[in-house]
């Protein structure tokens, strides 16, 4: 019989013993400390955070321990219903590699402790705290309900959790080791506020490589054109957005013959509303940053944003460049859309030698499909960045929490950093080796890629806390063709601070709570 075998008196009182514990808790990571970039200083990367060493499962301290059937469990969110979205749910039946991936790792983690694994899934349905997430952890969490022993939440859920006090401190885990190779560390370092680490990524999801803005590459398009350099450069560090520009002009066509570009005709590029996100990351800037003092200070004011922004925009005006996320009437003239699968369509279709969207969709949308493709990282934005950067799109990425009431810390942390370390030897052999390699490329020499593409991913706090939601205003912009970013950035930059002041004074009165509860 499914049990919990702590009472929640007894669960208070390890509660408070948790917090003195420290022989086991994970290394902090330290707060991400950046240069001010207003005067178009770029901030320090994470760095390579993803390239799985030969053996991350050597060393796991925790022994085996019989917990009597303790029922572990963990809710997940997400914007689908698709259980291949999901880190912990899987499909029982006629599932995929990952699906078997998913059950391997589960079952081994049961045996290990002789625990039940319950998965409770549900679909959000905001951007800004869905209620199926934040609202409901914030009510688990207002009312001392200590049911969930782990949370996977969108990125949006989560920082809100966090600002609210609705998490646990990940550092002040017993026997959670953050340094641990299967936990991201680039996640770790850019996400830790104030020495607190509220949520995290790390080899139990596919979620932080997947949501990796990139591009598709149409070959047979490429081959017709002469351009037979894509991964010459990409390799050589010399896919630039200047060679973006030239290869993308090389293809365009009015294919109907109306003299009007719509979803009927040829383009250089098609691209997702969202990539516009990823371009301040390819001129290695941030939406927002941790300072030297810990706080998160906004970061789309500096030059190099603008001039990116600026350079961008004007581009996609050309007509060789379409922003798919339209509609078209009978006369030819565009409409938002963002359910549009114009994109998907004419790339299938052979109509785009470029296409801009997550690895994810890219795996979801083509894996299936006749088109001959390659992928490439998204370029930089000029010759002077030191790397390519994929950039985590803020609607795709989740990540995992630990709600602030717990029946067992200590099972929790044991639970937890034994689901990283049987991750990496199940979860990550499937998706990178079979799922990926099967599905996202088709020859050996975009293998290379997939590897340059998750060695520099950025996880920017600013787009997951939308600070004034100054960070929807460059998808407004784009949208509207509207290259003056200067213009809209003084308009909200006071509202973004204010935003930004009333996040950063919570995180530090909960830093302080932390702190105190640990001497």
């Known amino acids: 019989m499914k049990k919990r075998i702590v009472s929640l008196l007894l669960a208070v009182l390890m509660l408070a013993s948790a917090f003195c514990f420290t022989a086991c808790t994970g290394d902090k990571g330290g707060s991400t400390t950046t240069p001010a970039i207003t005067d178009g200083k770029t901030p320090t990367p994470g760095g390579d955070t993803t390239t799985v060493p030969e053996d991350t499962t050597a060393g796991l301290a925790i022994p085996d321990e019989d917990l009597e059937e303790y029922e572990f469990m963990i809710y997940e969110v997400s914007f689908s219903t698709d259980k291949g979205t999901m880190d912990f749910a899987y499909e029982e039946e006629g599932g ?51 049911t969930y022993d782990i949370c ?15 998490l646990y401190d990940l550092y002040s885990v017993p026997h959670l080791d953050t340094s641990s190779a299967y936990w991201d560390q680039g996640a770790v370092k850019e996400l830790t506020i104030r020495d607190t680490l509220f949520f995290l990524a790390g080899d139990f999801s596919i979620n932080s490589f997947s949501a990796v803005v990139a591009m598709a590459f149409n070959k047979e398009l490429a081959k017709e054109k002469g351009i037979n350099d894509l991964y010459t450069l990409a390799s050589e ?50 939406c ?136 990496a030897s199940t979860i990550i052999p499937a998706y990178y080796d079979k799922t990926l390699n099967g599905s996202v490329v088709r020859d050996e020499e975009s293998s290379p890629m997939l590897d340059i593409i998750r060695q520099h991913r950025v996880f920017d706090l600013g787009y997951f806390y939308q600070p004034g939601n100054i960070n929807k205003e460059l998808i407004f912009q784009f949208r509207a063709a509207n290259a003056d970013w200067i213009s809209v950035y003084k308009n909200k930059e006071r509202a973004a601070n204010l935003y930004l002041k009333n996040i950063n004074k919570s995180l530090a009165e909960q830093a302080a709570s932390w702190e105190s509860e640990k001497e």
Not at 241 to 254: I, L, N
Not at 255 to 284: E, P, Q, R, S
Not at 304 to 321: H, L, P, Q, W
Not at 357 to 382: A, E, H, Q
């Open 96 to 146: 995929s590699v990952l699906d078997e991936a998913k059950y391997k790792r589960n079952s081994l983690v049961e045996e290990k402790f002789n625990i039940v694994m319950t998965v409770e899934t549900s679909k959000g349905t905001g951007t800004t705290g869905s209620p199926e997430g934040y609202g409901k952890m914030l009510q688990a969490k207002n009312a001392g309900d200590p």
């Open 152 to 166: 996977v939440l969108p990125a949006y859920d989560q920082t809100k959790l966090a600002q609210n006090g609705g």
């Open 237 to 286: 560090g010399k896919w630039t957005f200047a060679k973006f520009q030239e290869y993308t002009r090389m293809v365009s066509e009015d294919l109907n013959g109306d003299d009007k570009f719509t979803n009927m005709d040829l383009y250089g590029a098609l691209c997702w509303d969202d990539a516009i996100y990823a371009i301040v990351h390819a001129a290695n800037q941030r």
């Open 288 to 423: 927002a940053y941790v300072d030297d003092n810990g706080d998160l200070v906004l970061g789309l004011g500096s030059e190099a944003t603008y001039t990116a922004f600026n350079d961008f925009v004007n581009f996609s005006k050309e007509d060789c460049f379409l922003r798919y996320q339209v509609k078209f009437n009978e006369n030819g003239v565009a409409t938002d859309s963002s359910g549009s699968k114009y994109g998907l369509e004419m790339f299938v279709n052979n109509q785009g030698l470029f296409f801009l969207s997550t690895v994810g969709s890219i795996s979801t949308n083509f894996r299936d499909m006749d088109v001959d493709y390659g992928i490439l990282p998204l370029f930089k934005m000029n010759e002077n960045i030191d790397h390519y950067y994929g950039s985590v799109a803020p609607y795709s990425a989740r990540f995992l929490g630990m709600p602030l009431h717990q029946n067992d810390v200590e099972v929790a942390g044991k639970v937890l950093e034994t689901i990283g370390y049987y991750s």
